[in-house]
């Protein structure tokens, strides 16, 4: 499953990375792609909005979006 973050409050690189950092502690979490204002997610089916949204608050910002997103197949 994936799921795109919209997050305010991300102005720096250092955000990135602290965001980055807290959604790798999410149990669950396979991948994680952030940039500035934005994160998308896979995860294994275990985790909740709640607890993406929690991982961020914990970075220091806030998710402002979630929305879910299509799964990807890999290239041929």
Do not use: C
Request: hydrophobic fraction near 55%.
């Amino acid at each position: 499953m994936r799921f795109e973050l919209l997050i305010s409050g991300m102005l720096a690189i250092h955000a990135r990375n602290a965001v980055y950092m807290a959604l790798g502690a999410v149990e669950g979490i396979t991948r994680a792609e952030v940039e500035l204002g934005r994160a998308v997610v896979e995860h294994d089916g275990r985790v909740t909005e709640a607890a993406l949204r929690e991982a961020v608050a914990q970075a220091g910002f806030e998710v402002s979006a979630v929305r879910a997103l299509p799964r990807e197949l890999p290239t041929l």
